[in-house]
């Protein structure tokens, strides 16, 4: 069904007035989908269209594509992609910082504690002493990656597991907003054993002293990038600073196709959405933001790589993790982080007179607006 964009739009202004209990009909469901393949198909035709433009595109084993030095792309997103996944360690519930991107914003002050000398992996909850059980039981992760919220509040805690992981000769990555990073703290991360640190430099909005501070971690830990949420803001910022950044010598620049959800979507309201693959809704300039970033990579030969994160890489990164873990064929944690579809949000995209459907057709019998009954 090649709805036309009208006939989506009027549908769409329904159902972004249905009640929350209301169910929707199989029909619609059809109407929802249709309107959905239309968007995703017209966005995907714009990135093709992009990507054609960048002539030293790489790809990870048809995963995930990038520019640059290939011996720079990080091995934490490797282990994503091609390893046994990324094995998330929690311990911080707590952030110096506000973004609006971030997807617990609203609720940084109810983030529960993992709880005092304790640590989560894999959901289950671990005294540092137990660490060695896990290793000498499981089979070791390729990765493992430090996240979710700020580290460097309590960074100290931090060295002694590193170390252990380290000592079992596991990758580790670990994220920052880097503002409270400092020359002794990340020079003792090094020597812990952390192999990668990544540096969300959007979160500052690309500080003087958070690039400061990757010049530092290049001094004392291997890898060292940036991995932030592609936005106007940061895209913007990057390039006032392009040379102090790259200045520093960092490894790779992941770039971050944002993703939504109930508690940050809010703050992008009013801008053209779609939704990849009925899972991750986004704003449909942040993967163009990045593909433009990577060209511009690609032109002037940076030092190193550029990865395009996107939802089609986070598509990947779920397949894969599932072969992993020994789930059925074609099953995927990969999914929509809704509960409730909100149709209110493709109204903008839909009303935008200069987006366009690929093609169109007239609504089969049945399916018009005040022909369907109930």
């Known amino acids: 069904m090649k709805i036309s964009k009208k006939d989506a739009l009027t549908w769409f202004e329904f159902f972004s007035m249905l009640p929350e209990e209301e169910e929707i009909e199989t029909r ?3 109407i929802i989908y249709a309107t959905f393949a239309q968007i995703e198909a017209a966005i995907d035709h714009r990135n093709d269209a992009l990507l054609s433009e960048i002539k030293g595109l790489k790809t990870l084993e048809n995963r995930t594509i990038f520019v640059g030095k290939e011996r720079k792309f990080p091995n934490g997103c490797r282990s994503c992609l091609l390893g046994t996944g990324l094995s998330a360690i929690r311990k911080t519930n707590k952030c110096n910082l506000v973004c609006k991107f971030c997807y617990n914003y609203g609720e940084l ?12 992996i894999g959901g289950t909850k671990f005294h540092e002493k137990d660490i060695d059980l896990l290793l000498s039981i499981q089979q070791k992760p390729t990765g493992i990656s430090y996240v979710y919220l700020e580290p460097f509040m309590e960074i100290e805690k931090y060295y002694p597991v590193i170390r252990k992981f380290s000592d079992a000769g596991i990758h580790q990555h670990l994220y920052t907003n880097g503002t409270l990073a400092t020359e002794g703290t990340l020079k003792a991360l090094g020597e812990a054993g952390l192999d990668e640190i990544r540096f969300n430099l959007g979160a500052s909005n690309c500080s003087d002293k958070v690039i400061e501070n990757i010049g530092l971690a290049k001094r004392f830990i291997k890898h060292v990038g940036i991995e932030t949420p592609m936005t106007p803001e940061f895209f913007q910022a990057f390039f006032i600073k392009k040379e102090a950044i790259l200045d520093t010598k960092l490894d790779f620049i992941n770039c971050a196709e944002l993703h939504l959800n109930a508690n940050n ?11 990849s693959r009925h899972g991750y809704i986004s704003p449909v300039w942040s993967r163009e933001l990045t593909l433009e970033f990577m060209k511009i990579a690609d032109e002037e030969g940076w030092d190193l790589a550029v990865h395009d994160c996107s939802n089609d890489t986070k598509f990947a990164r779920g397949l894969n993790l599932g072969s992993k873990e020994g789930r ?7 999914a929509c982080e809704f509960t409730r579809m909100p149709y209110e949000v493709f109204l903008p995209i839909l009303r935008d007179g200069e987006f366009k459907f690929l093609s169109e057709e007239e609504l089969p019998d049945g399916y018009r607006p005040g022909e369907m009954v109930f």
């Open 109 to 120: 002050d109810e983030i529960p504690p993992v709880g005092e000398g304790m640590w989560e």
């Open 28 to 30: 619609q469901q059809e």
């Open 328 to 334: 059925w064929f074609g099953n995927s944690n990969y």
């Open 265 to 275: 979507i809010g703050n992008y309201h009013g801008e053209n959405m779609y939704i």
